[in-house]
């Protein structure tokens, strides 16, 4: 996998990935979320949470009208075998000193018992009042920011598996901007995860952290152009 450079853990990646991979039995992973927003607070990044718990740990993009890129993961508990988590993050530190103007941020689902409740809430496919009384745990977010008005240009999930061909897939259009940086034995296109607010791309296999930066540097480039000609 594509890892930082060697030296002190200044960002304790370690021990959010141990807290990733030893979620409670049930529930939400607490500790982990405590560690976000810790983790937001060290790189200066924006730390909030809407209605629903989903986190949103957001660097600045240097046009403040553009909506940001969100790099995902499910954040309490995962029911795929691959960790997208890591993947998000190493993309967004590796990414914290590169300029664009989209902001870039780390979007954390809320997934008590596997579910995907809190994407589901953000994608307007299922309410708040039905999340709260599927996942009473969620009650305590009530009163904080409504999840509507988190809005994303871009969801991206990145997973890296050493030794895997690269596989892009999702929005033709964010697949496209991967093509370039895949190798000849990686696939790009084919059915993959969808948004109805949002293009969205899933890359996985070796090398997909490297293939991820350069499309979210691409990606805003080209949101950046789109609205200037509206202007």
């Known amino acids: 996998m594509a890892e930082l450079k060697e030296g002190k853990d200044t960002n304790n990646t370690g021990k959010l990935k141990s807290l990733y991979s030893s979620p409670p039995s049930s529930g939400l992973n607490t500790a982990l979320r405590n560690e976000l927003e810790a983790f ?15 986190i949103y740990i957001t660097r600045q993009g240097s046009d403040p009208s553009l909506s940001g890129i969100a790099l995902t993961f499910p954040l309490d508990s995962s029911p795929s075998p691959h960790n997208s988590f890591s993947g998000a993050l190493h993309t967004f530190l590796e990414l914290l ?36 009384e599927e996942f009473p745990e969620l ?20 997973i890296e598996v050493e030794g895997a061909a690269l596989e892009v897939r999702g929005s033709p259009l964010l697949a496209e901007k991967a093509r370039s940086y895949v190798p000849g034995s990686g696939t790009v296109g084919g059915e993959g995860p969808t948004s109805s607010r949002c293009p969205v791309v899933s890359i996985c296999g070796e090398g997909a952290v490297g293939v991820g ?17 509206f202007d």
Request: charged share 25%; proline share 1%.
């Open 40 to 54: 937001a607070v060290s790189n200066k990044s924006r730390f909030a949470q809407d209605n629903v718990g989903n």
């Open 97 to 132: 000193q590169t300029k664009t103007k989209c902001e870039l941020c780390l979007l954390g689902w809320s997934s008590p018992g596997q579910s995907k409740v809190g994407q589901d809430v953000w994608e307007e496919e299922v309410s708040v009042e039905a999340a709260y």
């Open 139 to 158: 009650k305590c977010f009530d009163g904080r920011d409504d999840v509507s008005t988190f809005g994303c240009s871009a969801l991206l999930e990145i």
């Open 213 to 229: 930066k350069r499309v979210v540097v691409e990606y805003s480039e080209y949101v950046a152009k789109l609205f200037e000609n």
